[in-house]
């Protein structure tokens, strides 16, 4: 079974920077196109990020295009996502997620979750 576990989360003050690094587990990872999801307090979970399987196609939500960047590492089975310029708005669990190849990047088809990340941005 494909596992997906989290790690870099943490404390930060506004306008630093924080990267959080994903290890996938259990399957090949070069098939799987990987994603970055948050969920701030009290609200749902919201599209950050997501990168192909070859890692040549990366998209971005509005609020992370600029500042953030994710990237893999396909002979370690890691995906990374690099966030500049935090924002106090920035702050919410971040979700590692992958997809099979064809799929889209609806929140319902990605099939493995890791264990989420919090980060939280101070003033």
């Known amino acids: 079974q494909v596992q997906l576990v989290e790690t870099g989360g943490g404390l930060v003050q506004a306008g630093g920077s924080l990267r959080l690094s994903c290890v996938v587990s259990?399957?090949?990872?070069?098939?799987?196109?990987m994603g970055w999801f948050r969920q701030a307090p009290g609200k749902e979970h919201e599209f950050v990020a997501d990168?192909?399987?070859?890692?040549?196609?990366?998209d971005y939500a509005r609020f992370a295009e600029g500042r953030f960047a994710v990237t893999r590492d396909n002979s370690k089975n890691t995906v990374y996502l690099e966030m500049n310029n935090l924002y106090i708005e920035d702050t919410a669990v971040y979700y590692c997620?992958?997809?099979?190849?064809?799929?889209?990047?609806?929140?319902?088809?990605?099939?493995?979750w890791g264990q989420g990340a919090q980060v939280t941005v101070s003033s």
């Open positions: 259990g399957g090949t990872f070069s098939r799987l196109v």
């Open positions: 997620a992958a997809r099979t190849i064809g799929t889209t990047r609806n929140f319902g088809d990605y099939q493995y």
């Open positions: 990168i192909s399987w070859s890692g040549a196609t990366t």
